[in-house]
T-cell receptor
Framework: EAGVTQFPSHSVIEKGQTVTLRCDPI?????LYWYRRVMGKEIKFLLH????????ESGMPNNRFLAERTGGTYSTLKVQPAELEDSGVYFC???????????FGPGTRLTVT | GDSVTQMEGPVTLSEEAFLTINCTYT??????LFWYVQYPGEGLQLLLK?????DKGSNKGFEATYRKETTSFHLEKGSVQVSDSAVYFC????????????FGKGTKLSVIP
């Protein structure tokens, strides 16, 4: 069974540009989560999808971040326009149910210069 | 709000040494507690968990006991191996409708032969 995959593994962009991160959850997992780890800080929750619906987006930092989950399958996280403080590692996780173990992807390292 | 505090790293140990990584938490209610591990180049993997007070989670020789009286969930292993070198994250899930994970900052462990 394939695990959670994320693309790209690393992205370097300039301040003001747009970047889109993609997450493919484990097949059949209705729950999808986005997290972010800024250098030297904790991994922070961003949002939680149940199928295509946003269950909890309380961790989204501001309106420059837009998350979607098309048809309840893969998810994208767009940052537009990117700022320096957006640099970090973005993790995606999925689980079959809300209380189940969350399976994490390898993360996307975003560097904004 | 909920928070997790774990000992700062990095931690360097010789093979077969005893490992303790301290973790304390602040949360309302009765959270579930987790230890995740991230090996180099990989995503986070669930190492062990405990869902109620006095529960002991264990896996791969690692153990942690949910201590409600001290709000702690310290990770221990009696004899570490080089293959245990990784970053370890303590985390909690508050439950009660909130399924996001709240993480500590992570502790990098290096085990030398």
């Amino acid at each position: 069974e394939a695990g959670v995959t994320q693309f790209p593994s690393h992205s370097v962009i300039e301040k003001g540009q747009t970047v889109t991160l993609r997450c493919d959850p484990i097949s059949g997992h209705d729950n999808l989560y986005w997290y972010r780890r800024v250098m030297g800080k904790e991994i922070k929750f961003l949002l939680h999808f149940v199928k295509e619906s946003k269950q909890d987006e309380s961790g989204m930092p501001n309106n420059r971040f837009l998350a979607e989950r098309t048809g309840g399958t893969y998810s994208t996280l767009k940052v537009q326009p990117a700022e320096l403080e957006d640099s970090g590692v973005y993790f995606c996780a999925s689980s079959p149910g809300p209380r189940g173990e969350q399976y994490f992807g390898p993360g996307t390292r975003l560097t904004v210069t | 709000g909920d928070s997790v505090t774990q000992m700062e790293g990095p931690v360097t140990l010789s093979e077969e040494a005893f490992l303790t990584i301290n973790c304390t938490y602040t949360a309302t209610g009765y959270p579930s507690l987790f230890w995740y591990v991230q090996y180099p180049g990989e995503g986070l993997q669930l190492l062990l968990k405990a869902t109620k007070a006095d529960d002991k989670g264990s896996n791969k020789g690692f153990e942690a006991t949910y201590r409600k009286e001290t709000t702690s969930f310290h990770l221990e292993k009696g004899s570490v191996q080089v293959s245990d070198s990784a970053v370890y994250f303590c985390a909690l899930s508050a439950g009660a409708g909130s399924y996001q994970l709240t993480f500590g900052k992570g502790t990098k462990l290096s085990v030398i032969p």
